[in-house]
Protein backbone atom coordinates (compact mmCIF):
# COMPACT_ATOMS: atom_id res chain seq x y z
CA UNK A 1 0.00 0.00 0.00
CA UNK A 2 2.09 2.99 -1.09
CA UNK A 3 1.26 6.36 0.16
CA UNK A 4 1.76 8.49 -3.56
CA UNK A 5 -2.02 7.29 -4.56
CA UNK A 6 -3.57 5.27 -1.22
CA UNK A 7 -3.36 7.51 1.38
CA UNK A 8 -7.16 8.25 0.42
CA UNK A 9 -7.98 5.05 0.43
CA UNK A 10 -6.53 4.49 4.08
CA UNK A 11 -9.30 7.12 5.35
CA UNK A 12 -12.30 5.68 3.29
CA UNK A 13 -11.11 2.26 4.86
CA UNK A 14 -10.46 3.60 8.13
CA UNK A 15 -14.67 5.72 7.94
CA UNK A 16 -13.00 9.12 8.43
CA UNK A 17 -14.20 11.06 5.28
CA UNK A 18 -17.40 11.08 6.10
CA UNK A 19 -16.91 12.15 10.09
CA UNK A 20 -15.21 15.01 8.56
CA UNK A 21 -17.00 15.88 6.01
CA UNK A 22 -17.17 19.72 6.81
CA UNK A 23 -13.54 20.63 7.06
CA UNK A 24 -13.40 18.72 3.82
CA UNK A 25 -15.39 21.14 2.31
CA UNK A 26 -13.98 24.15 3.88
CA UNK A 27 -10.74 23.11 2.67
CA UNK A 28 -12.30 22.93 -0.79
CA UNK A 29 -14.27 26.38 -0.42
CA UNK A 30 -10.99 27.57 0.30
CA UNK A 31 -9.54 26.85 -2.71
CA UNK A 32 -12.15 27.72 -5.04
CA UNK A 33 -12.61 30.71 -3.54
CA UNK A 34 -8.58 31.68 -4.21
CA UNK A 35 -8.87 30.21 -7.72
CA UNK A 36 -11.88 32.16 -8.50
CA UNK A 37 -9.48 35.47 -6.99
CA UNK A 38 -6.72 34.71 -8.95
CA UNK A 39 -8.04 33.70 -12.50
CA UNK A 40 -11.67 35.03 -12.58
CA UNK A 41 -14.72 33.36 -12.24
CA UNK A 42 -15.16 31.53 -16.23
CA UNK A 43 -14.38 28.00 -15.48
CA UNK A 44 -13.79 27.09 -19.11
CA UNK A 45 -11.16 29.45 -19.12
CA UNK A 46 -9.76 28.67 -15.77
CA UNK A 47 -8.60 25.48 -14.99
CA UNK A 48 -7.60 25.72 -11.39
CA UNK A 49 -11.17 26.65 -10.71
CA UNK A 50 -12.35 23.48 -13.20
CA UNK A 51 -10.19 21.41 -10.96
CA UNK A 52 -11.48 22.60 -7.71
CA UNK A 53 -15.62 22.48 -8.56
CA UNK A 54 -14.48 18.75 -10.02
CA UNK A 55 -13.33 17.71 -6.29
CA UNK A 56 -16.11 19.51 -4.63
CA UNK A 57 -18.67 17.19 -6.77
CA UNK A 58 -16.35 14.31 -5.68
CA UNK A 59 -17.22 15.13 -2.73
CA UNK A 60 -20.45 15.67 -3.01
CA UNK A 61 -20.86 19.30 -2.26
CA UNK A 62 -23.70 21.56 -2.82
CA UNK A 63 -24.23 23.68 -5.62
CA UNK A 64 -25.19 26.52 -3.51
CA UNK A 65 -22.03 26.58 -1.21
CA UNK A 66 -20.13 26.07 -4.95
CA UNK A 67 -21.60 29.09 -6.07
CA UNK A 68 -21.21 31.54 -3.15
CA UNK A 69 -17.39 30.50 -2.93
CA UNK A 70 -17.07 31.49 -6.82
CA UNK A 71 -18.76 34.93 -5.61
CA UNK A 72 -16.89 35.01 -2.71
CA UNK A 73 -14.03 35.10 -4.90
CA UNK A 74 -14.73 37.09 -7.86
CA UNK A 75 -16.24 39.48 -5.38
CA UNK A 76 -13.18 39.59 -3.01
CA UNK A 77 -15.53 40.42 -0.20
CA UNK A 78 -14.84 39.65 3.41
CA UNK A 79 -13.09 35.89 3.53
CA UNK A 80 -12.41 36.42 -0.48
CA UNK A 81 -8.97 35.87 0.90
CA UNK A 82 -5.91 37.27 2.49
CA UNK A 83 -4.63 33.08 2.41
CA UNK A 84 -0.97 33.17 1.49
CA UNK A 85 -0.52 29.70 0.03
CA UNK A 86 2.58 27.64 1.25
CA UNK A 87 4.64 24.20 0.30
CA UNK A 88 6.13 22.68 3.64
CA UNK A 89 8.40 19.81 2.97
CA UNK A 90 9.62 17.58 5.90
CA UNK A 91 10.38 13.73 6.73
CA UNK A 92 8.13 11.13 8.67
CA UNK A 93 8.91 8.23 10.39
CA UNK A 94 11.51 6.04 8.50
CA UNK A 95 12.61 8.66 6.43
CA UNK A 96 9.38 9.02 4.32
CA UNK A 97 8.93 12.07 2.49
CA UNK A 98 6.17 14.51 3.31
CA UNK A 99 4.86 17.28 0.91
CA UNK A 100 2.02 19.89 2.75
CA UNK A 101 0.30 22.13 1.24
CA UNK A 102 -1.12 24.75 3.05
CA UNK A 103 -3.67 28.27 2.39
CA UNK A 104 -2.94 30.17 5.74
CA UNK A 105 -3.38 34.06 6.54
CA UNK A 106 -1.23 33.46 9.59
CA UNK A 107 1.64 31.62 8.15
CA UNK A 108 4.31 31.94 11.31
CA UNK A 109 1.24 30.33 13.36
CA UNK A 110 0.83 27.72 10.81
CA UNK A 111 4.05 26.63 10.52
CA UNK A 112 4.64 26.38 13.96
CA UNK A 113 1.90 24.38 14.43
CA UNK A 114 2.94 21.98 11.68
CA UNK A 115 6.44 21.63 12.88
CA UNK A 116 5.11 20.49 16.02
CA UNK A 117 2.75 17.70 14.24
CA UNK A 118 6.13 16.30 12.18
CA UNK A 119 8.68 16.35 15.70
CA UNK A 120 5.87 14.92 18.13
CA UNK A 121 5.42 12.30 15.75
CA UNK A 122 8.93 11.32 15.01
CA UNK A 123 9.07 13.23 12.05
CA UNK A 124 10.85 16.61 11.04
CA UNK A 125 10.21 20.04 8.40
CA UNK A 126 12.82 20.13 6.08
CA UNK A 127 14.07 23.06 4.29
CA UNK A 128 12.25 23.68 0.71
CA UNK A 129 13.51 21.62 -1.52
CA UNK A 130 14.90 18.81 0.14
CA UNK A 131 11.84 16.31 -1.17
CA UNK A 132 9.93 18.25 -3.20
CA UNK A 133 12.57 17.21 -6.58
CA UNK A 134 11.44 13.59 -5.74
CA UNK A 135 7.41 14.63 -6.47
CA UNK A 136 5.42 15.14 -9.95
CA UNK A 137 2.50 16.96 -10.43
CA UNK A 138 -0.35 14.10 -12.10
CA UNK A 139 -3.44 13.26 -12.54
CA UNK A 140 -5.16 10.21 -11.03
CA UNK A 141 -8.08 8.77 -11.62
CA UNK A 142 -8.77 5.06 -8.92
CA UNK A 143 -11.30 2.51 -10.27
CA UNK A 144 -12.42 -0.54 -8.50
CA UNK A 145 -10.62 -3.64 -9.98
CA UNK A 146 -14.84 -5.03 -10.31
CA UNK A 147 -15.50 -2.28 -12.49
CA UNK A 148 -13.75 -3.14 -15.66
CA UNK A 149 -11.05 -5.40 -16.95
CA UNK A 150 -7.54 -4.12 -16.63
CA UNK A 151 -6.39 -4.76 -20.56
CA UNK A 152 -10.07 -2.97 -21.79
CA UNK A 153 -9.16 0.01 -19.11
CA UNK A 154 -5.88 -0.22 -20.65
CA UNK A 155 -6.56 0.48 -24.04
CA UNK A 156 -9.13 3.06 -23.12
CA UNK A 157 -7.55 4.73 -20.46
CA UNK A 158 -3.76 5.00 -23.33
CA UNK A 159 -5.47 5.70 -26.07
CA UNK A 160 -7.33 8.72 -24.35
CA UNK A 161 -4.08 9.75 -23.70
CA UNK A 162 -3.47 9.05 -20.19
CA UNK A 163 0.48 7.95 -19.17
CA UNK A 164 0.38 4.69 -17.43
CA UNK A 165 -2.29 2.45 -15.36
CA UNK A 166 -1.08 1.03 -12.31
CA UNK A 167 -2.60 -2.23 -10.49
CA UNK A 168 -2.66 -2.49 -6.72
CA UNK A 169 -4.77 -3.88 -4.05
CA UNK A 170 -8.08 -4.44 -5.54
CA UNK A 171 -7.79 -0.96 -7.28
CA UNK A 172 -6.52 0.23 -10.65
CA UNK A 173 -4.55 3.64 -10.79
CA UNK A 174 -5.28 5.67 -13.89
CA UNK A 175 -2.34 8.38 -14.50
CA UNK A 176 -2.34 11.32 -16.66
CA UNK A 177 -0.40 14.41 -16.68
CA UNK A 178 -2.67 17.35 -15.54
CA UNK A 179 -3.48 18.53 -18.89
CA UNK A 180 -5.01 15.37 -20.10
CA UNK A 181 -6.51 14.56 -16.78
CA UNK A 182 -10.18 15.95 -17.53
CA UNK A 183 -10.15 14.61 -20.90
CA UNK A 184 -9.13 11.13 -20.03
CA UNK A 185 -11.93 11.25 -16.99
CA UNK A 186 -14.65 11.98 -19.31
CA UNK A 187 -13.60 9.38 -22.10
CA UNK A 188 -13.81 6.90 -18.81
CA UNK A 189 -16.85 8.44 -17.51
CA UNK A 190 -18.77 8.33 -20.87
CA UNK A 191 -17.70 4.62 -21.14
CA UNK A 192 -19.75 4.03 -17.73
CA UNK A 193 -16.58 3.43 -15.92
CA UNK A 194 -17.17 4.34 -12.30
CA UNK A 195 -14.49 5.90 -10.52
CA UNK A 196 -13.60 5.69 -6.79
CA UNK A 197 -11.71 9.27 -6.97
CA UNK A 198 -10.46 11.74 -9.39
CA UNK A 199 -8.03 14.27 -8.90
CA UNK A 200 -4.94 15.96 -9.61
CA UNK A 201 -2.28 14.91 -7.00
CA UNK A 202 2.12 14.72 -6.44
CA UNK A 203 3.46 11.26 -7.13
CA UNK A 204 6.63 10.47 -5.61
CA UNK A 205 9.49 8.79 -7.79
CA UNK A 206 9.88 6.60 -5.52
CA UNK A 207 8.71 5.10 -2.11
CA UNK A 208 9.97 4.31 1.04
CA UNK A 209 8.87 0.88 2.91
CA UNK A 210 7.65 1.45 6.82
CA UNK A 211 7.54 -1.38 9.48
CA UNK A 212 4.64 -1.40 12.02
CA UNK A 213 5.63 0.83 14.43
CA UNK A 214 7.05 3.24 12.11
CA UNK A 215 3.82 3.29 9.61
CA UNK A 216 1.54 3.62 12.80
CA UNK A 217 3.34 6.91 13.53
CA UNK A 218 3.36 7.88 9.96
CA UNK A 219 -0.50 7.57 9.56
CA UNK A 220 -1.21 9.45 13.50
CA UNK A 221 0.95 12.01 11.90
CA UNK A 222 -0.70 12.09 8.35
CA UNK A 223 -4.08 12.35 10.14
CA UNK A 224 -3.04 15.45 12.11
CA UNK A 225 -2.09 16.58 9.24
CA UNK A 226 -4.94 16.80 7.53
CA UNK A 227 -7.37 17.67 10.57
CA UNK A 228 -4.96 21.39 10.78
CA UNK A 229 -7.55 24.07 9.57
CA UNK A 230 -4.53 25.40 7.34
CA UNK A 231 -3.62 22.17 5.66
CA UNK A 232 -5.18 22.08 1.83
CA UNK A 233 -3.26 18.66 0.48
CA UNK A 234 -0.57 16.03 2.55
CA UNK A 235 1.41 14.26 0.22
CA UNK A 236 3.98 11.38 0.96
CA UNK A 237 5.77 8.55 -0.53
CA UNK A 238 5.72 6.16 2.42
CA UNK A 239 5.10 2.10 1.89
CA UNK A 240 3.02 0.04 4.11
CA UNK A 241 2.57 -3.94 3.44
CA UNK A 242 -1.38 -5.07 3.38
CA UNK A 243 -0.27 -7.51 6.34
CA UNK A 244 0.72 -4.28 8.94
CA UNK A 245 -2.42 -2.42 7.33
CA UNK A 246 -4.54 -5.10 8.50
CA UNK A 247 -2.54 -5.50 11.71
CA UNK A 248 -3.21 -1.43 12.11
CA UNK A 249 -6.78 -1.36 11.51
Known amino acids: MSGHSKWSTIKRKKGAIDAKRGKIFTKIIKEITL????GGGDIEGNARLRQAILLAKEEN???DNIERAIKKGIGGGEGAAN???VTYEGYGPGGAAVLVEIMT???NRTVAEIRH??????????ENGCVAW???KKGSIVIDKKAIDEDTLMELALEAGAEDVKSEDGEYEVITDPASFEVV???LDAKGIKHLQARISMIPSNTV???ANKAEQMLKMMEKLEDNDDVQNVYSNFDIDEDVMKKLS
Open 117 to 126: IFSKHGGNLG
Open 83 to 85: YEE
Open 61 to 63: MPK
Open 185 to 187: KKV
Open 134 to 136: MFS
Open 209 to 211: KLE
Open 105 to 107: DKK
Open 35 to 38: AAKL
